[in-house]
């Protein structure tokens, strides 16, 4: 099991940027793919982004939701084991409270069983 802690949530203004990351307690980081979701009031949770683990034969190797692409983009440091999730062009619709996630496999499509608690992200106006 992977324990995982997002930090770097907070308050923006509608239209800038922000990163999130979220740090891996095991040294076996790389081995996992790894996700961001986001879960807004009332809302069901949401795939946002995902990247798969460096031995991962995926093409491409990650992959970002339509409903963000070209405004989000998710990256790894194994080193560091952590995975980061740069925002930009911030709107209304992307306030919610955005998850790690990580999967025992390497590819980023399957299943994600290991969570983090969240970091929350408004959006002003």
């Known amino acids: 099991q992977v324990r995982l802690e997002e930090s770097g949530g907070g308050s923006v203004q509608a239209g800038g940027s922000l990163k999130l990351s979220c740090t891996a307690s095991?040294?076996?980081?790389?081995?996992?793919?790894m996700g961001w979701f986001r879960q807004a009031p009332g809302k069901e949770r949401e795939f946002v982004a995902a990247?798969?683990?460096?031995?991962?034969?995926?093409?491409?190797?990650?992959y970002v939701a339509a409903s963000v692409r070209g405004r989000f983009t998710i990256f790894r440091d194994n080193a560091k084991a952590t995975v980061y999730h740069q925002k930009s062009r911030l709107e209304d619709e992307d306030a919610a409270v955005y998850l790690c996630?990580?999967?025992?496999?390497?590819?980023?499509?399957?299943?994600?069983?290991?969570w983090g608690q969240g970091t929350q992200v408004a959006v002003s106006a």
């Open positions: 996630a990580a999967r025992g496999g390497s590819s980023w499509g399957g299943l994600y069983d290991n």
């Open positions: 095991r040294r076996t980081f790389s081995v996992n793919a």
């Open positions: 990247v798969s683990s460096p031995d991962s034969s995926d093409d491409p190797r990650t």
